[in-house]
């Protein structure tokens, strides 16, 4: 007869059971950041040793918060009735013991901790010798999650397994559910922000070339290569922030800190998201190559270092916006006005500082600490906000200085005069913008913001027909035209793209 449950020791998993996550994977994510050059010689040395010693050898390069792990609830809640029942509650992992002891410490669930240590790496047959050599013959009961606890499921009294339904769930005194699914891999890729690589058709509406099947077919693959690329970044990003984002009281429900979308997984999704970049841009042409590989590089660094560097977080926030436009300009082949570049940068400066306020604002720092990933302390608020109301009155500034100044504008747009009409609009939606993020009233990108904001639509709307009119002769005036003096001489000084003939008719009439 087998003894009461109650009398029974109780061994429990760590990895993929108790939490969601793998520690072994946890710490290598961790240890590329803190130490990217020495994290690749330790994985390589450790490797030769034995993958214990890779382990101990992560664990002292770089350490987890036991506090911040992603616990399955569930079996949390069923290792407290069976702690309050009496019964003997033993953590049985192939982590480290550095690890493992750091998770009984916090928990106080556990009466012992079985780890590997260096030299003995506890998993499977082995972590079932290690459970014998406590209880002998006596029986235990074992809750798991992969094929490697097969083993130990077997010569278990009773059997618990994590993850999702099998035909054989009968084995098991119980199934705690896998809250992994298709949708956490769907949020992992962030589409939503794909809107903001809408950016690359500007070139080519600005020069009046949507009418090129060409054109626009290589302006949509730029869009797509540019969506994956940005996927894949998001990625890394969520890698590389893993720790500060568990201490973000929105920002823990990601998929990857959620521990929702394992980490192998993740780096596989966002190694397929630069592949399928790669073969679209492939397909527009090899400028194109080279400005997504610019795009690239600056978000990967960007990820790793500089999201965490006073003002140039938002300084390379806006110029990947700018960047964006560029690679549209490229893969449609018209050339990007110095007025538009000049007019992206300011414009988006001003957004990316709106964003860093609405972080400051809605999760402020304790006074003389920085903002958990961040550069910023409390007393940055006021600053932050000056430079962002500043930056967005210069983007209005460059916007008239386009529409007095530029002979293409006065070469595109007959009807010019309506084009000063934008200059308010723009001032309206900026101030708008600031009034409700100063308010408290922005509580995500102000990109994603303006696409659910109607007000922002109807700007947009306004704004649209106004350019609309303005490539007409319904509003002409004589001062409008451009001279044929004015006119530019080179494709290189043309300020959205190059000027197409009916447009120079336009402007030499």
Known sequence: MSAAPEQRPLYVDLDGTLISSDTLWELFVVACRRRPLRTPVTCVTGLLRGRAALKQDLGRLASLRPEALPYRSEVVEFLQAQRHAGRRIVLATAADRSIAEGVAGHLR???DVLASDGLRNLKGPEKLRAI????????????????ADEPIWEAATHSFRVGPPRPDDHRFARVFAEPRSAKAILRLLRPHQWVKNLLVFVPLLLAHAWHDPAKLLATLLAFAAI???????????????????????SKRRRPIAAGAVAIPAAIAVAAGCFALSLGLALLVNWPFVGVLAAYFAVTTLYSLRLKRRMLLDVIVLASLYTVRVIAGGVAAEVEVSPWLLAFSMFLFFSLALAKRYAELAQ???????????RGYVAGDLQTVGEFG????????????LYVSESATAAALYPSRALLWMLCPLLLYWIARLWFITRRGGMHEDPILFAIKDRASWLVALIAVALVGLATTNLFARPGDRARPDALPSAPAAVDAGPLTPAAAARGEG
């Open 109 to 111: 669930l556990f009466d």
């Open 227 to 249: 969506s994956a690329c940005a996927s894949g970044v998001y990625v890394v990003n969520d890698l590389t922030d893993l720790e500060s984002d568990r201490a973000h009281r």
């Open 389 to 400: 109301v500043a930056s967005g009155l210069l983007s209005v500034l460059v916007l008239s």
């Open 363 to 373: 999760h402020p720092p304790e006074p003389g600490t920085k903002v958990a990933g």
């Open 132 to 147: 014998r050599e406590q209880v002998g013959a006596a029986g235990f009961d074992y809750i798991g999650d992969s094929a």
